[in-house]
């Protein structure tokens, strides 16, 4: 029937009405935070290019991750950023490395009642900033990481991790660390593959939380953002090596490959608003280009709208508030 039968605007007529019928809902469990510890810090430090983030120290990061359990986030994403590197990013695997004092710390902290993950990749350890061993010619060596990532494996759920996520982008890296978890007692360790990581722009400040000593890019094993097709089988190499969960990094740019992804597999996808999504938004913001809260949660509603069941963002504390208020 047409107008002025038909008339699609009176279920926008006031918020109540448009909220009843909303099509997609971001709820606050469905948001990770990821989480920076340094290494002898005694107080948390800004993060300069990414205003509201910060660098922690181990006790901050104990009172944020109990802050971040009481807005009602789904998980807490771990990164590490040691005094010292080397070669072989030893820091990720022993004990008493930053990082895996942090997971100690924080499942002390918040228990079960969170998703406490950890990021499994070397780049954060290495003195080159890699995400893997490199070969005498300065070429990453997939074969060689892959014996590291099982041992960072083991070490990230002895500490008592739930999740790990494997973010290097090496072929196999799926298979031998749920592998290397299932030998050593970790069964019930879940794995979240960053099953499609593009070499992408907007990872550079993160680079600065995790102080990066990268040499050169990571193009020979991170993705071709020209390619949805290849996406879509790392995806399935991934699940067939037995991953829990699968994830798209960055985001907003390639929210095709996340419904792309969602349409082809039956296991839960998440995907990452990364570092210069979020600086982008701020910046704006600061200058007063765009309303900061509703872009915030216009990009998250976009996220989840794609297909992504689970999304890291460095949001996800600020926006479980807002979500809670029913803004």
């Keep these: 029937m047409p107008y002025p039968d038909i008339r699609p605007r009176r279920l926008r007529r006031n918020a109540a009405v448009r909220r009843l019928v909303a099509e997609t809902r971001v709820m606050p469990s469905d948001l990770v935070v990821p989480m920076f510890v340094r290494e002898g810090l005694t107080e948390a430090r800004p993060v300069a290019s990414m205003p509201g983030v910060v660098q922690h120290s181990r006790e901050s990061l104990r009172k944020a991750a109990a802050e971040a359990v009481q807005a009602g986030v789904g998980g807490i994403m771990l990164f590490g950023v040691p005094e010292r590197r080397d070669a072989t990013g030893s820091g990720g695997i022993a004990p008493d490395g930053i990082l895996n004092l942090a997971i100690r710390d924080v499942v002390s902290e918040v228990g079960d009642a969170t998703v406490v993950m950890s990021d499994l990749c070397l780049d954060e350890f290495t003195s080159h900033g890699h995400c893997g061993l490199l070969t005498p010619g300065g070429e990453v060596d ?27 982008m090496m072929d196999g890296q799926v298979g031998v660390v749920r592998r290397a978890l299932d030998a050593a007692g970790h069964q019930d360790v879940a794995v979240l593959a960053y099953a499609v990581k593009y070499a992408s722009a907007f990872f550079g400040p993160f680079r600065d939380a995790v102080e990066s000593a990268l040499e ?112």
Excluded at 142 to 168: F, H, I, K
Excluded at 285 to 298: F, I, K, Q, S, T
């Design 216 to 327: 050169g890019d990571r193009r020979t094993y991170q993705q071709d953002p020209a390619n949805l097709r290849e996406s879509l089988r790392e995806v399935a190499l991934d699940v067939a090596e037995g991953a829990d969960m699968v994830m798209v990094k960055p985001a907003l740019p390639y929210l095709d490959v996340v419904a792309a992804v969602r349409a082809a597999v039956d296991v839960p996808v998440a995907a990452y608003q990364v570092s210069g999504e979020y600086a982008m938004v701020e910046a704006a913001a600061a200058n007063g280009w765009v309303d900061r809260e509703r872009v915030m949660l216009e990009t998250l509603t976009s996220i989840r709208r794609a297909g992504a069941q689970v999304i890291l963002t460095y949001w996800a504390v600020e926006a479980a508030g807002l979500l809670r208020e029913g803004y």
């Design 142 to 168: 997939n074969d060689a990481t892959l014996a590291a990532y099982a041992e960072m494996a083991v070490a990230q759920a002895a500490a008592g991790v739930g999740v790990v996520g494997p973010s290097g």
